[in-house]
């Protein structure tokens, strides 16, 4: 699976953007899909999760309520709207694949396999 990730910007704080990531690969139906992102000199963080179906979603708990993640196994795609943007909220946002089924681990990031290339979210204050 090849991970394309866009939409990242800059915003002002309180505004919105939404993020797409764009698979390739006959199997993406059957892999979970995740958001995670990284700020400058912190770790990888996660941001939310939904499995292959859609019916099991999770989000870390500094962006509940304001983000939502869904995806279209018709066009091999996922996307994160963000909602109420903060300036902590800055960092490169990464989506992954993967296709584990222990839900548990779902929110590290060695549980991903495949990883697209990040896209820069900056939320000016």
């Known amino acids: 699976v090849q991970l394309q990730a866009s939409g990242g910007g800059l915003v002002q704080a309180g505004g919105s953007l939404r993020l797409s990531c764009a698979a390739s690969?006959?199997?993406?139906?059957?892999?979970?899909m995740a958001w995670f992102r990284q700020a400058p000199g912190k770790g990888r963080e996660f941001v939310a999760v939904i499995n292959w179906a859609g019916g099991q979603i999770s989000y870390g708990d500094s962006v509940k309520g304001r983000f939502t993640i869904s995806r279209d196994n018709a066009k091999n795609m996922m996307c994160l709207q963000m909602n109420s943007l903060k300036p902590e909220d800055t960092a490169v946002y990464y989506c992954?694949?993967?296709?584990?089924?222990?839900?548990?681990?779902?929110?590290?990031?060695?549980?991903?396999?495949?990883w697209g290339q990040g896209t820069q979210v900056t939320v000016s204050s």
């Open positions: 690969g006959r199997t993406f139906s059957t892999y979970v």
């Open positions: 992954a694949s993967d296709e584990n089924r222990d839900r548990a681990a779902w929110q590290l990031p060695l549980t991903y396999d495949y």
